[in-house]
């Protein structure tokens, strides 16, 4: 028999390394061409390898959390007689699938994204590891969420037996499942390593609130007429369509006011010390996900209409959370826009999504009595928290824009005019 080293691939745009965040095998097992051999993540995406041969693995360089450079050994395979082996220098596209774009970390003001340890490579009980064997013939068959929580527990889901059909694995396997658990001081306590989606987003918040300067700037909106047009609107519309949230109708309003305020939508080259102000808004939505945060981006949203922005929303962030979003989908927004919904409480102070120079964050709206033309009514009130990159966007600016953006909310028919320019 031969042994066949298998390098980590190249994953293009300038990778130099990748961390491991979980092996799906272990020296001994025996895998097919095209398995689930490891998850690896780079500053750009995740991406599922598979196994570029079949045959017996050897040995697997690093544990989870240990990154790898490009081009050094990953995992070596003992080939089957008459198994030819792959070719040294096979390109990403040849060693692995398309990638599953990390997160650009979305900046909402109380998120704390989560993706957490993978499971862990200690060698199992003889008893254990006949089903895990076994399991490792196909890979693991269960759902984002519950791949999450058995990282989070420690579980290894290949010794899990799946109880769901063909074997999958559902959330009640692997609440009678054994999680790995670190004693300290004979108190009961779970270490969880810093890796993955949560690494990569834990340092680029650190980053952006130690580089980026920011301005913060809350300003109450009374969203009565806005409330008003959406029910409306949602009436209109089959049921089967999808309900009209707010933020389509704020990404629309935004669109209108960049147009006034171009210095906001801008991306700052630090490298370069130079702003890059885009004609086209490209917006990111901040989306909760079972991995974390994500910020999918509604393109050119300056082209599309009302039903279009919603539609898209609601597209990216069904994709966002079933972990399928591409690279593309991801990257690329200009400016963000982050809601909390109905947890949006009074005020906020949102992260800006570097390289970006703005954010603009949704609040609750709640009906309170409030002077309205000089009499006490019970109005609609939403507060918009928004953050600035104070070295590039001056505090009037920021202010005046929000303002701007507040008077289109509370005239939602101005929302589909768009600005009229001097001569």
């Not at 340092?203 to 920011?214: G, L, Q, Y």
């Not at 089967?240 to 707010?246: I, K, M, N, Q």
Request: charged share 20%; hydrophobic share 45%.
């Amino acid at each position: 028999m031969s042994q066949f080293t298998f390098k980590m691939p190249d994953l293009g745009e300038g990778t130099v390394d990748a961390e491991i965040v979980a092996w799906h095998t272990k020296p001994g097992d025996v895998v097919s061409e095209d398995q689930l051999i490891v998850e690896v993540m780079t500053d750009k995406a995740a991406v599922e390898v598979p196994a570029p041969v079949s045959g017996r693995v050897v040995s697997v360089t690093g544990a989870p959390g240990d990154k790898i450079a490009v081009g050094s050994p990953l995992i070596v395979f003992e080939l089957t007689d008459g198994a030819a082996a792959a070719p040294a220098a096979a390109t990403p596209a040849a060693t692995v699938p398309a990638a599953k774009p990390a997160a650009t970390p979305a900046p909402a003001a109380t998120a704390t994204p989560a993706k957490t340890t993978a499971p862990s490579m200690a060698s199992m009980p003889a008893a254990a590891a006949a089903p895990a064997t076994a399991a490792r013939q196909g890979r693991v068959m269960t759902s984002p969420a519950n791949r999450r929580r058995a990282r989070e527990a420690g579980i290894d889901l290949t010794t899990v037996a799946g109880s769901g059909p063909g074997g999958r694995i559902v959330r009640a396997d692997l609440q009678t499942a054994a999680p790995r658990q670190a004693v300290a001081h004979a108190a009961d306590t779970t270490e969880i390593k810093v890796i993955g989606l949560r690494r990569l987003i834990a340092e680029r918040m650190s980053e952006a609130k130690r580089n980026i300067p920011h301005f913060a700037y809350v300003e109450e909106v009374d969203v009565t007429e806005l409330e008003s047009l959406r029910m409306h609107l949602n009436h209109s519309r089959a049921k089967d369509a999808g309900s009209l949230s707010y933020l389509p109708l704020v990404v629309m309003a935004l669109t209108r006011v960049l147009e006034s305020f171009p210095q906001c939508n801008v991306l700052y080259d630090a490298a370069r010390g130079v702003l890059i102000r885009h004609r086209a808004v490209h917006v990111g939505i901040a989306t909760q996900t079972p991995d974390g945060l994500k910020v999918p981006v509604v393109r050119n949203a300056q082209a599309l209409g009302l039903w279009e922005v919603a539609a898209e929303i609601r597209r990216l962030a069904e994709r966002a959370r079933a972990n399928k979003a591409t690279r593309e989908e991801l990257v690329g927004s200009t400016i963000t826009v982050t809601s909390l919904g109905k947890l949006g409480g009074i005020a906020s102070t949102p992260i800006i999504n570097a390289p970006e120079v703005a954010i603009i964050g949704l609040n609750k709206a709640v009906e309170r009595p409030v002077v309205h033309q000089g009499t006490v009514a019970v109005r609609r009130i939403m507060n918009l928290s928004s953050s600035f990159d104070h070295r590039f966007v001056d505090g009037y600016d920021a202010a005046a824009m929000i303002q701007a953006l507040k008077e289109r909310l509370e005239h939602p028919a101005t929302i589909f005019i768009p600005t009229v320019k001097s001569p």
